[in-house]
């Protein structure tokens, strides 16, 4: 069985085969799918499916046209040179669908299947967004022993070699080129070293150094992004990695050696570092006993006695490394024979090496999943992220997004005062959206999130926390209401939509819950000037309110300009503690929203804005973060967000009710601030103490620029978190190094919000 994703208002080509069954499924409800089939001969015809006609197609001119997955749509059919005017369509699915709808088929002959999940640009107002399809096929027949073949290549290949377990390849690449490390059945782990060709030629051996990597990096192995070179000795780059859909590697170990094997009771055993030493010997490198490597999926632990531990890898069926080579290189990689122990899932299986040109175009991406059994996708750019661009190189993967962390030339602290005197534009477009829509879509919200949905006005939001039966926080975020039935979840990660969409079908309600994060993008716009600024880009209709008049935790439907301008919705709400809005426009609009809000911003002294200087704004401000405030062992009240479980004025039930009354009958632990006499910064996760006993844990710090004291959050015991208790924190090994603190009012920065609501005379 296979299962292939069809992206929204995207499409999905595969090669079909006779006897092939063929499953669309509708995730998240609601959404059409159009298929199309190609005979061998280019014969186009609904029958090839064993379905009727529905004419030509209706989505699938534009889902082809949809970013890469429409791009490897029109390369199928230009190598098939099937004739796409003479497509004819099966249409099903859509409409009043529900989550997990489903339709089947089955192939009467070989040919080329697409399928299409149409729909265009939801307006931010709208809640009609494209949602993803899933595809499975279960094949008629497989290749031999049921393995698969890799996957297509990235593009034209120089080299595509499968190497065998036990085997090991040497091959050359030049300066620019792309060499690409894929593990085709999953967990097969694969050594990789590569030399600079100009010093091989002039008899100097100088390959990649494991120690000098994470030395000169500052990481356990590079990733993509700033930090993604592997060095020699002479601090060399040799190769910088550009993908990685694994994200687990390993560069403590040697390669596996015959002597590794000899002491564990397997002589003779076939191993890498061998292969290597005669795959090597025509370039005149010295044998070695023992080949320091990179070792691609190989999954390494430190344990708790810092003993060096081997695992299972993490890599699954077709995961890959993409390197790109720094200078002239001789490169050797191997397929691990290790079938003694776990390191290549106690079965040893093939690797694919693959060579592209130079001057291909691969974006930098870190592979990442919303769910632990979806297909791995690439790091997205946001609708925002070419805007940012102009300002900074320095992008990190957040959620899957790659977000700015710190302006060039600018820095987090120039950042963070521009916020905190004027104003600040920053990306936050990987925020989760979830339209919340049907008859039942109250009763749905009101079950799973924490806040009163029935006291929710339209054009209104809320702040509020999705919990589980524990009264653990799954997400926290806002809900907007639209209409009387329409609401839009904004939370930090895919679990809480998927949730309720969970909870929706459990409870049979009559309420779809449909992502539209990537139909919807937005910008904050925060600081004393924001409404200033924003009040001159915006022209909102009559019968909505201002940017003047728009009042704290409302929003506003607006236009860029005038009446026909580009269409956004606005929103009065901020996650830095100071008066504050945040823009929301679909993602083919975004340059131009963000162009007009800098041309009326940069000269009143607006700043680009990145994680790092956020990340100051909202521990000054007592603000919650996702792994650091909370967790799902977390609840509510230990987050300091109490405020959101309004247990007596909410009296309908709600998912973890009956746990959060038990908790906060009986509080365990409370989130309190610390303020520090020391300039040292305490760690995420450092312990708090009071003498040996550790009462607590750190969950934020920093060094407060506008307080000029070290400040940081922390969940202490119940009995210990009175303002003015003394505490310590530790660090070393908890005891040996000891930072004073003392338990103050929290949040510390304007604990009143009184600049939040606008008030900067107060």
């Not at 094949?139 to 297509?152: E, N, V």
């Not at 390993?250 to 596996?256: E, I, Q, R, V």
């Not at 977390?634 to 959060?660: C, H, M, Q, W, Y």
């Not at 119940?718 to 090994?733: C, F, M, N, P, S």
Request: hydrophobic share 40%.
């Amino acid at each position: 069985m296979e299962r292939h994703p069809v992206p929204p208002g995207g499409s999905r080509a595969l090669e079909l085969r006779a006897g092939d069954e063929i499953t669309v499924v509708d995730r998240e409800g609601g959404q059409m799918a159009e298929l199309v089939v190609f005979a061998a001969d280019g014969r186009s015809d609904a029958a090839l499916i064993g379905a009727p006609d529905d004419g030509a197609p209706v989505g699938l001119q534009q889902a082809i046209m949809a970013g890469p997955s429409g791009q490897a749509v029109r390369r199928a059919l230009d190598r098939a040179g099937f004739d796409l005017g003479q497509a004819r369509a099966v249409r099903c699915l859509g409409g009043d669908g529900r989550p997990g709808d489903s339709a089947s088929f089955t192939a009467q002959e070989d040919g080329l299947l697409i399928v299409a999940a149409p729909g265009g640009p939801m307006a931010p107002q709208d809640q009609t967004p494209p949602t993803e399809l899933l595809l499975y096929l279960r094949r008629a027949t497989t290749g031999a022993a049921g393995l698969l073949a890799p996957p297509d290549p990235l593009a034209d290949p120089i080299l595509d070699v499968n190497i065998a377990p036990g085997e090991a390849h040497v091959y050359e690449v030049a300066k620019g080129g792309f060499i690409q490390i894929l593990d085709v059945q999953g967990r097969e782990c694969s050594d990789f070293q590569a030399f600079s060709a100009r010093a091989l030629e002039a008899g100097i051996e100088r390959e990649i150094d494991p120690t000098a990597t994470r030395s000169l990096t500052g990481h356990i192995y590079p990733q993509p992004g700033l930090h993604a070179k592997y060095w020699n000795v002479d601090f060399e780059p040799l190769v910088e990695i550009v993908q990685d859909t694994c994200g687990r590697h390993d560069t403590f170990g040697l390669a596996c050696t015959a002597r590794s094997y000899a002491d564990q009771g397997y002589p003779g055993h076939v191993n890498c570092t061998d292969n290597i030493n005669a795959g090597l010997a025509p370039y005149g490198v010295r044998p070695r006993a023992g080949w320091p490597a990179i070792n691609f999926f190989f999954n390494t632990l430190i344990d708790a006695d810092h003993g060096i531990v081997t695992d299972e890898p993490w890599s699954r069926p077709g995961d890959y490394v993409l390197l790109r080579a720094l200078t002239d290189l001789v490169c050797v990689s191997t397929a691990c024979p290790d079938d003694i122990d776990p390191a290549n899932g106690w079965n040893p299986t093939d690797i694919q090496m693959r060579t592209y040109r130079p001057g291909e175009s691969f974006k930098r991406s870190i592979g990442w999943r919303k769910r632990p059994e979806d297909p791995v996708e690439d790091t997205k750019e946001t609708g925002f992220h070419a805007c940012f661009a102009r300002h900074t190189r320095d992008f990190v993967n957040y959620n899957g997004y790659w977000l700015a962390n710190e302006m060039t030339g600018r820095g987090a602290l120039q950042e963070y005062w521009a916020c905190r005197e004027r104003a600040a534009i920053m990306d936050l477009s990987p925020l989760r959206k979830f339209e919340v829509t049907g008859p039942d879509a109250e009763a749905l919200l009101q079950m799973c999130v924490t806040r009163n949905m029935a006291k929710l006005a339209v054009g209104q939001v809320v702040y509020t926390a999705v919990c589980a039966e524990n009264g653990g926080m799954i997400d926290d975020g806002t809900v907007f209401r639209l209409g009387d039935h329409n609401f839009r979840w904004i939370g930090g990660c895919d679990d809480s939509g998927t949730w309720m969409r969970e909870q929706a079908v459990k409870h049979r309600m009559n309420a779809w819950v449909r992502s539209s994060t990537d139909q919807m993008c937005n910008v904050a716009v925060q600081g004393r000037l924001s409404r200033q600024i924003l009040d001159q880009v915006f022209w909102t209709p009559p019968h909505q309110p201002t940017i003047e008049e728009l009042g704290w935790f409302r929003f506003t439907i607006a236009r860029v300009g005038d009446y026909d301008g580009i269409p956004c919705v606005i929103s009065r709400t901020g996650y830095t503690g100071e008066l504050g809005y945040e823009v929301f426009c679909h993602p083919k609009d975004a340059v131009a929203v963000f162009d007009a809000i800098w041309a009326v911003g940069e000269p009143l002294g607006m700043e680009p804005l990145g994680l790092a200087a956020l990340d100051m704004l909202r521990i000054e401000s007592g603000l919650a973060f996702a792994g650091h405030e909370f967790d799902d062992q977390t609840d509510p009240f230990e987050a300091g967000i109490g405020f959101t479980v309004p247990l007596k004025s909410k009296t309908d039930d709600f998912i973890g009710r009956a746990a959060l009354e038990t908790r906060k009958a009986a509080p365990q632990r409370r989130l309190v601030g610390l303020e520090l006499p020391a300039r040292t910064v305490p760690a995420h996760g450092d312990c708090v103490r009071l003498g040996r006993v550790q009462v607590g844990v750190v969950t934020s710090a920093t060094r407060s620029p506008i307080l000029n004291k070290t400040i940081a959050l922390a969940r202490v015991d119940i009995q210990h978190a009175e303002i003015g208790t003394e505490l310590e924190i530790g660090q070393l090994d908890g005891h040996q190094k000891r930072l004073q603190a003392t338990v103050v009012r929290f949040p510390h920065f304007d604990p009143d919000k009184s600049r939040a609501k606008g008030d900067y005379d107060a």
